[in-house]
């Protein structure tokens, strides 16, 4: 077997690690924006953090320095919509909220209020990961949004989303 077909059947497991579909929203003075993200991962029970994987490319790396809050929304496993919304991207000065149903709670960055849930959290700090960097968020405040089952995610390979 050459090394080519060994990589492409460690690239095709790598892909079958599940992982949910997430709206991670920020606001930056009146400025707010969100994007789609995918690996998203509990990392510490006290205090309650979040690991958020993002490529070092994102603009919005600019709004996420130590200290700064964003909100996590967990999406629902029938919310495909925001998928398509999101997925694409928005530059920093485009709204990116636009007709979606949002709440601001105690001046947060947006939450998406048919979201399944939605976590707020501070940037507790960031770790360099390949081509991407890794945003240890610190939850300081969520709730449960509906009943429902969040999205599960399984990519075909492990060599892009």
């Given at each position: 077997m050459s090394d080519g077909d060994e990589r492409k059947r460690m690239i095709a497991a790598l892909g079958r690690i599940p992982s949910g579909?997430?709206?991670?929203?920020?606001?930056?003075?009146?400025?707010?924006?969100?994007?789609?993200?995918s690996w998203v991962q509990q990392c510490s029970f006290e205090p309650p953090q979040i690991s958020v994987a993002l490529?070092?490319?994102?603009?919005v790396w600019a709004w996420l320095s130590d200290g700064a809050t964003f909100t996590l929304n967990i999406l629902d496993d029938s919310q495909t919509d925001m998928i398509g919304h999101f997925g694409?991207?928005?530059?920093?000065?485009?709204?990116?909220?636009?007709d979606l149903p949002v709440e601001r709670p105690d001046g947060a960055?947006?939450?998406l209020t048919e979201a399944l849930a939605y976590l707020v959290c501070r940037v507790a700090g960031r770790l360099s990961a390949g081509d991407h960097?890794?945003?240890?968020?610190?939850?300081?405040?969520?709730?449960?949004?509906?009943?429902?089952?969040p999205m599960i995610h399984v990519r075909k390979n492990g060599s892009h989303y």
């Open positions: 579909l997430f709206v991670l929203t920020v606001r930056h003075g009146d400025a707010e924006t969100g994007m789609l993200a490529k070092r490319d994102r603009d694409r991207g928005f530059a920093l000065t485009e709204p990116a909220f636009t960055a947006p939450v960097d890794l945003l240890i968020g610190q939850v300081v405040g969520g709730a449960m949004l509906s009943d429902g089952q």
